[in-house]
């Protein structure tokens, strides 16, 4: 009986629902998550040097359980020789971009905590860095990259899913504890029947 995976990355464009989903994870599977914006970002958006990242995401890929919510160029083949199982958001550009404006808006007038103490801002969203900006030149690189892992027979097994839709009917057959075993939708491929 293959057992439920115990470390997960879950990977997409800005504004995909990646923590949304990694969240979701954590609570059927009883996995703890780790918000990666927490261990990147110090407060007033001060960036945590790559040496430092790397450092504190080998620490963590060390333990036998956990969630991240993306991975980044530094350090991104720590997660991936760790990881049991990559679930990828592999949402057209429209729809992430969408996702992505609205929760920024929100952001915007809410004022909600992102991580660390930091907020989004109006200046933060006009300026050259504007996580809408990165959005734009970011999401052909990581449906590439995604689609890539998935290719590949040597990484973790990787996850697609190409709609809110199908990521929620996948979601309908994960189980809910961690000593429950793996559902067919969560082992990989190779394993389940009629592969």
Request: proline content about 8%; some cysteine.
């Amino acid at each position: 009986m293959v057992s439920a995976p115990s470390r997960i990355l879950v990977y997409a464009v800005y504004g995909a629902g990646k923590s949304t989903l990694a969240a979701r994870l954590s609570e059927r599977l009883g996995l703890p998550w780790y918000p990666v914006d927490d261990l990147l970002w110090e407060p007033g958006w001060v960036e945590v040097p790559v040496a430092r990242q790397r450092s504190r995401i080998e620490a963590l890929c060390r333990r036998d359980r956990w969630i991240l919510d993306g991975a980044y160029h530094g350090w991104r083949d720590v997660v991936l020789a760790r990881a049991d199982l990559v679930v990828g958001l592999d949402y057209p550009r429209w729809l992430s971009f969408w996702r992505l404006l609205r929760r920024t808006v929100r952001r915007l007038v809410t004022g909600e905590e992102i991580c660390n103490g930091n907020r989004e801002s109006l200046g933060s969203v006009l300026s050259h860095d504007s996580i809408l900006l990165w959005h734009v030149t970011a999401f052909g690189r990581a449906r590439r990259r995604m689609r890539a892992w998935q290719a590949d027979p040597t990484g973790p097994p990787v996850l697609l899913f190409r709609s809110p839709a199908a990521l929620d009917r996948w979601l309908a057959g994960v189980p809910v504890r961690s000593d429950a075993p793996a559902p067919e939708a969560l082992r990989p491929p190779s394993a389940r029947r009629g592969r």
